[in-house]
């Protein structure tokens, strides 16, 4: 199943615009798209220089093509999504972009 590619832009430039470009060298929030979902993952370069970027997820944005409706999910401690009972799905991704940048929910960002 394809994803709406408007809402796939939206997704990829809100986590573009997390982090200011001068700390992309620390730090950056991406987009890892997959068939039916999209995760937010904080990026950061191994501690010590070597090896692998770290790829931490934050949330989870899923798409239901029969509604048209995206929902956020959550990550537990053993890396297993979810669903976020606070806010619920909407057809504008946006909106959801929004929760997870303005909540203060500490589940995502915390």
Do not use: C
């Given at each position: 199943?394809?994803?709406?590619?408007?809402?796939?832009?939206?997704?990829?430039?809100?986590?573009?615009?997390?982090?200011?470009?001068?700390?992309?060298?620390?730090?950056?929030?991406?987009?890892?798209?997959?068939?039916?979902?999209?995760?937010?993952?904080?990026?950061?370069?191994?501690?010590?220089?070597?090896?692998?970027?770290?790829?931490?997820?934050?949330?989870?944005?899923?798409y239901a093509k029969t509604s048209?409706?995206?929902?956020?999910?959550?990550?537990?401690?053993?890396?297993?999504?979810?669903?976020?009972?606070?806010?619920?799905?909407?057809?504008?991704?946006?909106?959801?972009?929004?929760?997870?940048?303005?909540?203060?929910?500490?589940?995502?960002?915390?």
């Amino acid at each position: 199943m394809a994803l709406p590619e408007t809402d796939l832009h939206r997704i990829r430039l809100w986590a573009r615009e997390r982090v200011p470009e001068h700390l992309w060298d620390q730090v950056k929030v991406e987009a890892d798209v997959a068939d039916r979902h999209v995760d937010i993952v904080e990026v950061r370069p191994p501690w010590d220089g070597v090896g692998e970027h770290t790829r931490f997820p934050i949330a989870r944005l899923r798409y239901a093509k029969t509604s048209g409706s995206w929902a956020i999910y959550w990550r537990d401690r053993n890396l297993k999504f979810h669903e976020y009972g606070r806010k619920r799905p909407s057809k504008n991704v946006e909106s959801l972009l929004d929760y997870l940048e303005n909540s203060g929910d500490p589940i995502f960002w915390g």
